[in-house]
Protein backbone atom coordinates (compact mmCIF):
# COMPACT_ATOMS: atom_id res chain seq x y z
CA UNK A 1 0.00 0.00 0.00
CA UNK A 2 0.82 3.46 -0.33
CA UNK A 3 1.06 5.97 1.93
CA UNK A 4 1.18 9.53 1.40
CA UNK A 5 1.10 12.32 4.07
CA UNK A 6 -1.74 14.23 5.36
CA UNK A 7 -0.63 17.98 5.77
CA UNK A 8 -4.07 19.15 7.22
CA UNK A 9 -7.53 17.80 8.12
CA UNK A 10 -10.54 20.37 7.66
CA UNK A 11 -14.29 19.72 8.41
CA UNK A 12 -17.24 21.27 7.51
CA UNK A 13 -21.57 20.35 9.17
CA UNK A 14 -24.59 22.23 7.36
CA UNK A 15 -27.75 21.77 8.99
CA UNK A 16 -30.80 22.22 7.96
CA UNK A 17 -33.54 22.74 10.42
CA UNK A 18 -36.16 24.70 8.37
CA UNK A 19 -36.92 25.42 4.71
CA UNK A 20 -39.21 27.59 3.51
CA UNK A 21 -40.61 28.37 6.95
CA UNK A 22 -41.48 24.98 7.47
CA UNK A 23 -39.44 22.73 10.07
CA UNK A 24 -37.29 19.67 8.69
CA UNK A 25 -37.75 17.09 10.73
CA UNK A 26 -35.95 15.35 11.16
CA UNK A 27 -33.06 18.04 10.10
CA UNK A 28 -30.90 17.40 6.93
CA UNK A 29 -27.42 16.97 8.47
CA UNK A 30 -24.83 17.04 5.44
CA UNK A 31 -20.86 16.62 6.48
CA UNK A 32 -17.46 17.25 4.49
CA UNK A 33 -14.08 16.60 4.95
CA UNK A 34 -11.36 17.41 3.73
CA UNK A 35 -7.68 16.23 3.75
CA UNK A 36 -5.03 18.56 2.05
CA UNK A 37 -2.12 16.39 0.94
CA UNK A 38 1.05 16.93 -1.14
CA UNK A 39 1.06 16.12 -4.37
CA UNK A 40 4.33 14.12 -5.92
CA UNK A 41 3.61 14.73 -9.25
CA UNK A 42 3.21 18.80 -9.43
CA UNK A 43 5.17 20.77 -11.99
CA UNK A 44 5.83 17.47 -14.00
CA UNK A 45 3.75 15.21 -16.45
CA UNK A 46 4.06 11.13 -15.12
CA UNK A 47 2.52 8.96 -16.96
CA UNK A 48 1.53 6.53 -14.48
CA UNK A 49 -0.58 8.09 -11.69
CA UNK A 50 -1.25 5.00 -9.76
CA UNK A 51 0.57 6.09 -6.90
CA UNK A 52 -2.39 8.97 -5.94
CA UNK A 53 -4.77 6.30 -6.51
CA UNK A 54 -3.67 3.96 -4.26
CA UNK A 55 -2.76 6.66 -1.46
CA UNK A 56 -6.29 7.32 -1.90
CA UNK A 57 -7.11 4.28 0.07
CA UNK A 58 -5.89 4.87 3.63
CA UNK A 59 -6.87 8.75 3.17
CA UNK A 60 -10.11 8.02 1.97
CA UNK A 61 -10.67 5.67 4.73
CA UNK A 62 -9.60 8.15 8.11
CA UNK A 63 -11.58 11.24 6.39
CA UNK A 64 -14.97 9.14 5.85
CA UNK A 65 -14.85 7.85 9.11
CA UNK A 66 -14.84 11.24 10.23
CA UNK A 67 -17.25 12.70 8.09
CA UNK A 68 -19.77 9.76 9.15
CA UNK A 69 -19.29 10.58 12.74
CA UNK A 70 -19.81 14.35 12.28
CA UNK A 71 -23.68 12.97 10.79
CA UNK A 72 -24.10 11.48 14.54
CA UNK A 73 -26.71 10.61 16.21
CA UNK A 74 -27.95 10.24 12.36
CA UNK A 75 -26.48 7.83 9.56
CA UNK A 76 -25.37 8.22 6.21
CA UNK A 77 -28.10 7.74 2.83
CA UNK A 78 -26.48 10.85 0.13
CA UNK A 79 -22.21 10.83 -0.57
CA UNK A 80 -20.08 12.46 -2.68
CA UNK A 81 -16.69 13.30 -3.58
CA UNK A 82 -14.15 15.98 -4.85
CA UNK A 83 -10.99 16.77 -5.55
CA UNK A 84 -9.23 20.73 -6.12
CA UNK A 85 -5.72 20.73 -7.27
CA UNK A 86 -3.38 22.88 -6.68
CA UNK A 87 -2.05 25.20 -9.61
CA UNK A 88 1.08 23.45 -9.95
CA UNK A 89 -1.01 20.28 -10.52
CA UNK A 90 -3.26 18.76 -13.13
CA UNK A 91 -7.07 17.65 -13.02
CA UNK A 92 -6.07 14.28 -13.77
CA UNK A 93 -3.99 14.15 -10.34
CA UNK A 94 -7.46 14.66 -8.76
CA UNK A 95 -9.27 12.46 -10.79
CA UNK A 96 -6.68 9.53 -9.65
CA UNK A 97 -7.45 10.11 -6.54
CA UNK A 98 -11.16 9.51 -6.77
CA UNK A 99 -11.24 6.60 -8.47
CA UNK A 100 -13.17 2.62 -7.04
CA UNK A 101 -10.27 2.63 -4.59
CA UNK A 102 -11.41 6.23 -2.92
CA UNK A 103 -15.14 5.41 -3.47
CA UNK A 104 -15.22 1.66 -1.64
CA UNK A 105 -13.65 3.20 1.69
CA UNK A 106 -16.49 5.79 1.40
CA UNK A 107 -18.76 2.62 0.57
CA UNK A 108 -17.39 1.21 3.93
CA UNK A 109 -18.05 4.05 5.93
CA UNK A 110 -21.31 4.91 4.95
CA UNK A 111 -22.36 0.99 6.01
CA UNK A 112 -22.76 -0.10 2.34
CA UNK A 113 -23.97 1.84 -1.09
CA UNK A 114 -24.81 0.73 -4.52
CA UNK A 115 -24.82 4.06 -6.69
CA UNK A 116 -22.23 5.18 -7.95
CA UNK A 117 -20.79 8.32 -6.54
CA UNK A 118 -21.27 11.88 -7.91
CA UNK A 119 -17.47 13.97 -8.28
CA UNK A 120 -16.27 16.87 -9.09
CA UNK A 121 -12.65 18.15 -9.60
CA UNK A 122 -10.88 21.59 -10.29
CA UNK A 123 -7.67 23.10 -10.35
CA UNK A 124 -7.82 26.23 -8.10
CA UNK A 125 -5.50 28.63 -6.05
CA UNK A 126 -5.90 28.66 -1.88
CA UNK A 127 -9.22 30.57 -1.45
CA UNK A 128 -11.44 28.47 -3.89
CA UNK A 129 -15.03 27.55 -3.23
CA UNK A 130 -15.89 23.99 -4.02
CA UNK A 131 -19.74 22.32 -4.59
CA UNK A 132 -19.68 18.64 -3.66
CA UNK A 133 -22.64 16.94 -5.48
CA UNK A 134 -24.50 14.68 -3.47
CA UNK A 135 -26.76 11.88 -4.31
CA UNK A 136 -28.28 8.66 -2.60
CA UNK A 137 -25.97 5.74 -1.68
CA UNK A 138 -28.09 3.12 -3.13
CA UNK A 139 -30.08 4.20 -6.11
CA UNK A 140 -28.67 7.42 -8.15
CA UNK A 141 -32.33 8.05 -9.37
CA UNK A 142 -33.87 9.05 -5.91
CA UNK A 143 -34.05 12.59 -7.04
CA UNK A 144 -34.88 13.84 -3.50
CA UNK A 145 -31.63 13.33 -2.97
CA UNK A 146 -30.46 15.65 -5.65
CA UNK A 147 -28.01 18.00 -3.27
CA UNK A 148 -24.61 19.21 -2.92
CA UNK A 149 -22.52 20.96 0.08
CA UNK A 150 -20.43 23.82 -0.76
CA UNK A 151 -17.27 24.51 0.90
CA UNK A 152 -14.35 26.88 0.82
CA UNK A 153 -10.88 26.19 1.24
CA UNK A 154 -9.49 29.46 3.07
CA UNK A 155 -6.03 28.36 2.43
CA UNK A 156 -5.49 25.41 0.38
CA UNK A 157 -4.67 23.81 -1.80
CA UNK A 158 -1.43 25.59 -2.32
CA UNK A 159 0.28 25.15 -5.79
CA UNK A 160 1.91 21.48 -4.70
CA UNK A 161 -0.90 20.60 -3.04
CA UNK A 162 -4.27 18.34 -3.64
CA UNK A 163 -7.25 18.88 -1.76
CA UNK A 164 -9.33 15.60 -1.78
CA UNK A 165 -13.21 15.77 -0.39
CA UNK A 166 -15.87 13.78 0.89
CA UNK A 167 -19.42 14.15 1.19
CA UNK A 168 -22.24 12.86 3.38
CA UNK A 169 -25.85 13.87 3.95
CA UNK A 170 -28.09 12.40 6.05
CA UNK A 171 -31.19 12.32 4.07
CA UNK A 172 -33.13 14.18 0.92
CA UNK A 173 -33.99 17.84 0.73
CA UNK A 174 -36.58 19.53 2.64
CA UNK A 175 -39.59 20.10 1.10
CA UNK A 176 -39.07 17.92 -1.87
CA UNK A 177 -41.53 17.00 -4.22
CA UNK A 178 -40.40 16.64 -7.54
CA UNK A 179 -41.09 13.39 -8.32
CA UNK A 180 -39.73 10.05 -9.84
CA UNK A 181 -38.42 7.70 -7.27
CA UNK A 182 -38.89 7.86 -3.91
CA UNK A 183 -36.01 6.02 -1.16
CA UNK A 184 -39.18 4.06 0.22
CA UNK A 185 -38.90 2.17 -3.69
CA UNK A 186 -35.76 1.47 -4.01
CA UNK A 187 -34.50 -2.11 -5.42
CA UNK A 188 -30.67 -1.78 -4.28
CA UNK A 189 -30.24 -3.81 -7.30
CA UNK A 190 -28.14 -1.89 -9.54
CA UNK A 191 -27.03 1.52 -8.03
CA UNK A 192 -30.01 3.17 -10.22
CA UNK A 193 -33.08 2.64 -9.40
Known amino acids: MVTMEIKRILSFIDEVRSEAGRPSEPPLRKSAVVAI ?7 RYVEDLSQLTQGSEAIGREISALAVRL ?3 HKPVSYGKAAVIGLAGEQEHGNAMLTT ?12 GKAWISSFT ?5 GATVDIPLAHKDALYVRSHYDGISIT ?8 EIALICAY ?6 NHRVGGLSAAEIKGMDGLT
Open 122 to 126: KRAAP
Open 37 to 43: VPNPFAG
Open 101 to 112: VFGNVMREAAGG
Open 71 to 73: LAP
Open 153 to 160: LHDAPLAD
Open 169 to 174: ATRGRP
